[in-house]
């Protein structure tokens, strides 16, 4: 297992009687990327500005490679810091602007030349040495941005929205060079971002933030799939979440019930959902299944099932989405959305028309209200 770079012990702050964080504990391991993702206000900022020195903290600590640096200046903290605005110096030209960090630490000159050239073939720029920021594209900007936050080495790599400026193309351009970099330097990087798509496209881990707290750490994947709350459900990806009872339990699954009908099973990883237990169902639009056709009585109670009536239909490029408003046995009105890539069978469906969900119990997740 890697060394911890980072640890963050009840670490707060507060602005009057704003809890901007509550007392929070965090490992971030050597080598680590890890996302602080979370809507406005959820804490994220206020625990990078912390870790960063750019506030001091109501109370806990912050411990870099094993040194406590609760309140020491970030110049102490052996961090680098990208911004969104990539904070250029417009009267240096690229070169200059990298080397300026090393010139702040007295390396020598001929050092400092070897490394501006190494961290701008880095960042696959060497050709824009001798230019100024105005002279490049926002992409190259960021880039430079990069470099000069690694030409001196540092063990940790903060990001603060840095791609927030720029276009969608050149955004997911831009994570594919952020992960090469990460890969090939193996620096840990904390990044903050409010876009889920690209929390889970870079990170090893996201630690998810809301009102000032993790609602939930850990991989891409166990979010995803494996949420702990319905907040976490909602807030990455799409979901449908039913209302549901649980009727049974079963190691890592539950019998459910929806609007008194038995519908089958769905994984449960949390330990409080018990029989009588009020749960909701998570299921993924892309895991539901759609059949057309006359739906007989025997159909209609079949496990793992509901009946609903399509209301419309979005085709998103790749993607075909239909907007359902379920019959049963969920409460009538209830909306649903159903997935699949887009292909010609998509015309086959109607607004108006009833058809009938499916899903398999390991594509199901209870989540206790």
Sequence with gaps: MSATNLTVKGLSKRYGDFVALAPTDLDVAQGEFLTLLGPSGSGKTTLLSLIAGLSHPDSGSIHINGTDVTYGAPYERDIGMVFQNYALFPHMTVAENIAFPLQMRKVDAAATRRRVTEALEMVHLPHVAGRYPRELSGGQQQRIALARCMVYRPSIILMDEPLGALDKKLRDHMQLEIKRIHRDLGTTIVYVTH???????MSDRICLMNAGSIAQLGTPADLYFRPKSVFVADFLGESNLLDAT?????????????????????????????????????????????ESGNIGADQANQPES??????????TGGM??????????????????????????????????????????????????
């Design 195 to 201: 876009d889920q798509e690209e929390a889970m496209t």
């Design 306 to 315: 509901m009946q609903a009536r399509l209301t419309d239909i979005m085709v």
């Design 320 to 369: 075909t989405k239909l907007y359902l408003q379920a019959i049963e046995p969920v409460n009538g009105g209830t909306e649903v959305i159903a997935a699949f890539p887009t292909n010609r069978l998509g015309e086959q469906y109607e607004v108006g028309q009833a058809l009938r969900l499916r899903w398999s119990a390991s594509d199901a997740v209870a989540i206790a209200e």
């Design 246 to 290: 649980v009727s049974s339990r079963d190691d890592e699954r539950v019998g459910i019930a929806i609007g008194g009908r038995h519908c089958g099973h769905a994984m449960a990883y949390d330990g409080s959902l018990r029989p009588g237990s009020k749960a909701r169902i998570m299921i993924r639009p892309q895991n539901l299944h759609v």
